[in-house]
């Protein structure tokens, strides 16, 4: 199924972090875990495969036939961002060429990781039984990777370099941080006709930010970023979160300052979390960055025609 080419468009099929929830209070913002969808110069790109990609699989295959290319970005393998990667339905479909992209190392290799979520006695189908053809890249961050027009396979190149870019290109940068426990975490940057996505979940900056990612989301028209603590709870007495890997909304905010971005969404959000409370994270956001939303199930943004 192809993908139309003009097009820069991001939706979010899953926005909380930790564990999915649902009940009558979390409505509005949704209860699936991590999964955002971008279309964008004829390639689809899935980052994170959290509980939200298992409607995406489904919207995919409903009423359509055709062949599927699909590259899923993985920011790290933590159950949250890869619970729904079971149940996505066009990996059972021959039709389907996958790309997967994620975190890789020698301790904890990538293909490893999902052969494990996938292999007995934790689920009855494994990874080899799956009928998609799918392409494993083990990434260690500082890598590009080029989406080219047609039917090519992605290039994965090592340098970083963008100079040799073209406008029919897509290219994903990469940056690992180790702002997350115990493996680091994943960071992509998305780069098309000179407008820019950065995905920044699951980091838990410190005050200030770090320097390497306002650096890595400078001037970027979205940034998405981990929000999922309140100040309050991440200094708690009696409960804190500091190190658990997360960021709070003036930490997000700090980062969206300092680089310049244009817009940013408030993402990875705590599971126990009502509506409520997150339209009062969202207004308070507002108020230190006017171009703040807190990221809800279905939203969409077109960065070829909304900035």
Known sequence: MAVRGERFRVRFWGVRGSYPTSNDKTLKFGGHTSCVEVEIGGHRLVFDAGTGIIALGKELLKGRGGSFRLNIFLSHTHHDHIMGFPFFEPLLKASTRLFLFGPDSKQVPLKAALRTCMSRPFFPIGMNELKARTRIYGLQGGETVRLRAGNNSPKVETNGSLAARG??????????????????????????????????????????????????????????????????????????????????????????????????????????????ALEEIERKAQRLFPETVAAYEGMKVDLLGDL
Not at 211 to 224: G, H, K, N, Q, T
């Open 167 to 276: 406008d029919s290109e897509v290219f994903i940068s990469t940056y690992k941080s180790p702002a997350h426990p115990k493996n680091g975490v994943l960071l992509y940057r998305v780069s098309y006709q000179s407008r820019s996505l950065v995905y920044a979940t699951d980091i838990e900056e410190k005050r200030g930010g770090y320097p390497e990612v306002i650096e890595f989301a400078r001037e970027s028209d979205l940034l998405i970023h981990d929000a999922q603590y309140l100040t309050s709870e991440y200094f708690s007495r009696r409960d804190p979160r500091k190190g658990w890997g997360h960021s709070t909304l003036e930490r997000a905010v700090e980062v969206a300052r300092k680089a310049h971005v244009k817009r940013l969404i408030l993402f990875h959000h705590e599971p126990t979390r009502d509506d409520g």
